[in-house]
């Protein structure tokens, strides 16, 4: 089975382009552990349960509901007001001592993401407001950072040595680099670590550590590498004592520091991706074997939680939930998204989604439709839900990146027929991942024919 890296899509916007950087380590990680009435006398004992089952499951849902076909009435509040009335909404209850979260992608759902104890992201990709919104509910966030690679994508590229770097990977173009130089490990610590630490990470998410295995292939070089690397580790604790790992995988290295870290990450046990084929596909028997024995003996031998990273074709929700579950029942912490690593995906738990989110259009409405008489109706029903109303101004172009997991649904009263193309073709792209529509006037809605 061939080893695979996750490593982050960096996301920047340029002219309202959604730009992928080159790069991508996904990796997550998603968790949920109760703790056994046995470690009250034992202190060892741990259980991980399925997600919790919401009594109130089938009052849960927004129900927003249009006839496309019905006589056309012309007063648009009257339309609105009818459909408000069939809105039922219930609180959900979640019940979560760990959980594990993975987002690479800007733009993060903090409302969802920050219900999970641990959340990984791309730093690059998190706004300051964004990253205190995630840790709203005292969760920690792990910051991706590869020790033992560097990418000329990174903004501190142009400040590496050469006598730090061992040698290029070209699968990656990226520079390999010597764990046992004293310059690169300082670099690390002070260039990398510390500004994270400053910025309020509390947590590391660890790539890249054996890449080394490339160029030392003498066991007393491997040695070096591995005992550089424990040095490293032991480095940043010594300055941050609070700070907490988790590794992507690493297998080679694990012997070593096994002792630092509080889990480990590994990808596509069950459902994978084929990056050369462009492909989401069932992981092969052999390669699930291979990893599950890897990934036992690591639990039966260390004292780390062990994160599965699974992928499953946006819009196939009911699919990603069987493979979430299938994970947990081996004992590990299921998170299935997607390869990017910028949809909110399924986890341990089951977040609770208070938002709906209204598309409106300042040009022939208002900077500010919640001050319409026509949406009164809707307001008022959602407020006394105690959910929460968004706003998004069509004029500005259409929201960016996956809906999917962030909103209970997305509203409109917008007349479909008079929107431009791109308002039409990002509603399609939204009912085509799963996403829930709801248009409030016949006048709004979707033509059967579309």
């Known amino acids: 089975m061939n080893k695979k890296r996750l490593e982050p899509y960096l996301c920047l916007f340029h002219n309202d382009t959604l730009i992928m950087e080159k790069r991508v380590f996904v990796f997550c990680y998603k968790t949920i552990s109760l703790i056994s009435i046995f470690t009250i006398f034992f202190g060892f004992a741990y259980a991980i349960p399925p997600p919790i089952k919401n009594s109130l499951d089938n009052k849960s849902s927004i129900e927003i509901q249009v006839n496309n076909k019905s006589k056309e009435i012309d007063n648009e509040k009257s339309h609105i007001n009818k459909d408000m009335d069939k809105i039922k ?7 979560e001592n760990k959980s594990t979260a993975v987002f690479y992608g800007a733009n993060l759902p903090t409302e969802i993401l920050s219900q999970y104890s641990r959340i990984i992201v791309e730093s690059g990709n998190v706004k300051p407001e ?7 509910n005292n969760s920690r966030v792990f910051a991706y950072v590869s020790i033992g690679e560097v990418s000329p994508s990174r903004p501190w590229f142009k400040n ?3 006598d730090w770097i061992l040698g290029d990977n070209k699968i990656w173009d990226s520079k390999v680099m010597n764990l046992a130089s004293t310059g690169w490990q300082d ?10 630490w400053e910025a309020g990470y509390r947590g590391l998410f660890l790539d890249t550590m054996d890449s080394f295995y490339l160029f030392a292939k003498d066991p007393k070089e491997q040695e070096k590498q591995a005992n550089a690397l424990v040095a490293l580790l032991q480095k940043i604790q010594k300055r941050y004592p609070d700070i907490r790992f988790i590794s992507n995988r690493g297998f080679e290295v694990l012997p070593s520091i096994g002792d630092q870290l509080e889990a480990v990450v590994a990808e596509s046990l069950f459902a994978s991706w084929d990056n050369g084929k462009k492909i989401y596909k069932e992981t092969s028997a052999n ?8 990934l036992k003996t690591i639990k039966n031998n260390a ?20 493979v979430a579950k299938k994970i947990e029942k081996e004992g590990f912490i299921p998170w299935v998204s997607i390869p990017s690593l910028d949809l909110a995906g399924v986890g341990s738990i089951e977040p609770e989604i208070n ?4 598309l409106f259009d300042s040009k022939v409405e208002t900077n500010t439709p919640l001050k319409l008489p026509k949406y009164q109706t809707l307001i008022n029903k959602i407020k006394s839900q105690k959910k929460v109303l968004k706003t998004h101004d069509i004029q500005t172009g ?16 917008l007349p479909y027929e008079k929107q431009p193309e791109f308002y039409k073709k990002w509603l399609k792209k939204q009912i085509k991942e799963g996403v829930s529509i709801n248009m409030l006037t016949p006048k709004s809605a979707i033509p059967d024919k579309e």
């Open 398 to 413: 259409m929201p960016l990146g996956h809906m999917g997991g962030r909103y209970k649904s997305i509203l409109s009263a």
């Open 89 to 95: 909404i219930n609180a959900l209850t979640i019940d």
């Open 303 to 322: 004292s780390v939680d062990i994160i599965i990273i699974d992928y499953v074709e946006i819009g196939k929700h009911d699919d990603a939930k069987k």
């Open 355 to 358: 938002t709906y989110l209204l």
């Open 187 to 196: 670099f690390i610590l002070d260039s990398v670590v510390t500004p994270l």
């Open 287 to 294: 390669d699930q074997e291979w990893l599950l024995n890897k």
């Open 160 to 162: 590496i040595k050469k």
């Open 130 to 136: 964004e990253l205190t919104a995630l840790q709203a």
